[in-house]
C-alpha cells in the first residue's frame, strides 16, 4: 500500500512558474501508474497529466499541454509536474494519484486508489 505526499505548492504570479512533487512510500513505486489531478474552488477534481511506470509514456489533458510537464524518478519514489506560463485559472489543489492496475492515461479520478492530501497553487494575476 503506497502514502502519497505533495508538496511544492505556493502562490505564483501569471506567468511564473512552480514546481510539485509527489513523494511515494509503502509500495513499489514503480509499479504504479501515477497521476495529477486538480480542483477548483467550487468545480470537480480534474484529471492534469499521467505517467506510466516506467515514466516513458505520458498523457495530459489537452488545454495544458505544452505547459506542465509531468516526470518521475523510480530510483527517488518521486513524481513532478512542472508547470509553466501559469495562469490565474490554474489555481487549485493539486493532488497525486496512483493505482496499482490501471492505466495512466485514466482520466476519471474514481478510477485511482490512491490519493495525497493536496497541495495549494495559487496563481495571482
Known amino acids: 500500500q503506497v502514502q502519497l505526499v505533495e508538496s511544492g505548492g505556493g502562490l505564483a504570479q501569471a506567468g511564473g512558474s512552480l514546481s510539485l512533487f509527489c513523494a511515494a512510500s509503502g509500495g513499489t513505486f514503480e509499479s504504479y501508474a501515477l497521476g495529477w489531478f486538480r480542483q477548483a474552488p467550487g468545480k470537480e477534481r480534474a484529471f492534469v497529466a499521467g505517467?506510466?511506470?516506467?515514466?516513458?509514456?505520458?498523457y495530459y489533458t489537452n488545454s495544458l499541454k505544452g505547459r506542465f510537464t509531468i516526470s518521475r524518478d523510480n530510483a527517488k519514489n518521486t513524481m513532478i509536474l512542472q508547470m509553466n506560463s501559469l495562469e490565474p485559472q490554474d489555481t487549485a489543489v493539486y493532488y497525486c494519484?496512483?493505482?496499482?492496475?490501471?492505466?495512466?492515461?485514466?482520466?476519471?479520478?474514481?478510477?485511482?486508489?490512491?490519493w495525497g492530501q493536496g497541495t495549494q497553487v495559487t496563481v495571482s494575476s
Open positions: 494519484a496512483a493505482d496499482r492496475h490501471g492505466s495512466y492515461a485514466t482520466t476519471s479520478p474514481g478510477n485511482w486508489y490512491y
Open positions: 505517467i506510466s511506470r516506467s515514466g516513458v509514456q505520458t
